[in-house]
């Protein structure tokens, strides 16, 4: 779903990035700041080419090795 969302980086050891709907959510779970994030997001993690993409910012890895597009890294990047 393409609506209006917030972005963070989680507390975990890998500091995943996230996408939820709810503010308070993102809030309650980010490491440091939360965003707004406009693009694809489906069940906690943008979306692209219709898969969730998980991203490890810690070593900036993909769970599955593809690769981050430009606009989650810019995300990732305000987050830093």
């Not at 599955?64 to 987050?79: E, F, G, K, N, T």
């Amino acid at each position: 779903m393409a609506s209006e969302a917030y972005a963070y980086i989680d507390k975990t050891a890998n500091q995943v990035f996230h996408v939820l709907i709810e503010y308070e959510d993102a809030r309650k779970h980010a490491k440091g700041s939360v965003i707004e994030y406009k693009g694809e997001h489906e069940c906690g993690y943008p979306v692209v080419d219709g898969k969730q993409l998980v991203v490890y910012t810690r070593n900036m890895m993909e769970k599955h090795d593809r690769s981050i597009p430009s606009y989650v890294q810019a995300a990732i990047d305000a987050l830093r």
